[in-house]
């Protein structure tokens, strides 16, 4: 079946660095991904969907500045977290979808666990 | 009022017992809808979807829709330990249709307990 990696799984950081966290779809080519996040207790939110070589589309509520998304290449696409800060801390987690051959499955990611100090 | 609504429970169930899980949503923009099962640490995996009223049957699982309520369900027979898990209903508005309409508004998931 179609896989798809997070790195990293967990990362603590300071509050006001930034953190990257990348998501590969690893036997298949993810014409679009999507990112979503999820705070203890709540459901899984969507953040934003990425399509390959354009801009990200961003939900309501979303700082486009401050979680910056790049999809350069059909296997990869990163989220960077600007300037954290505590209240960023949550369970980010990444889904890819092939619009060739694999139907409109999204598969997802494991997950990053970010705790911001 | 959340756009989708799920009972978190735990739900808890002796082992062969059928199972049903439940969800209601307020948007009727939503058109395409789907179960995941998710494993503690791991990422949520597809177990049923579709896109019509009616019932939709693969092996031990049975998903439902009915649009007219806004109501989605899935049930699971002769369940097993195995399928402990959390299960997350999820629905989008589109579907390859671009932007943001393709994302999946998800419920806060209902943690199922089978006890052997």
């Known amino acids: 079946g179609a896989v798809v990696s997070q790195h990293p799984s967990r990362v603590i950081c300071k509050s006001g660095t930034s953190v990257k966290i990348e998501c590969r779809s690893l036997?298949?080519?993810?014409?679009?991904m999507f990112w979503y996040r999820q705070f203890p207790k709540q459901s899984l939110m969507l953040m934003a969907t990425?399509?390959?070589?354009?801009?990200?589309?961003?939900e309501q509520g979303v700082e486009k500045d401050k979680f910056l998304i790049n999809h350069a290449s059909l296997t990869l696409s990163t989220l960077t977290v600007t300037s954290a800060h505590p209240e960023d801390s949550s369970f980010y987690i990444c889904?890819?979808?092939?619009?060739?051959?694999?139907?409109?499955?999204?598969?997802f990611g494991p997950g990053t666990r970010l705790t911001v100090l | 009022q959340k756009e989708v609504e799920q009972d978190p429970g735990p739900l808890s169930v002796p082992e062969g017992a059928i199972v049903s899980l439940n969800c209601t949503y307020s948007?009727?923009?939503?058109?395409?809808f789907m179960w995941y099962r998710q494993y503690s640490r791991k990422g949520p995996e597809l177990l049923m979807y579709?896109?019509?009223?009616g019932n939709k049957e693969d092996g031990r699982f049975t998903a439902q829709v009915d649009k007219s309520s806004k109501y989605i369900s899935l049930f699971i027979r002769d369940s097993q330990p195995s399928d402990s898990a959390t299960y997350l209903c999820?629905?989008?508005?589109?579907?390859?249709?671009?932007?943001?309409?393709?994302?999946?508004?998800f419920g806060k998931g209902t943690h199922l307990i089978i006890q052997p």
């Open positions: 990425s399509n390959e070589g354009s801009k990200a589309t961003y």
């Open positions: 036997d298949f080519q993810a014409t679009t």
């Open positions: 999820a629905m989008s508005r589109g579907m390859y249709s671009g932007g943001g309409a393709d994302g999946l508004t």
């Open positions: 889904s890819a979808r092939s619009d060739r051959g694999l139907g409109n499955e999204q598969f």
């Open positions: 579709t896109y019509s009223s």
């Open positions: 948007n009727s923009a939503f058109q395409y």
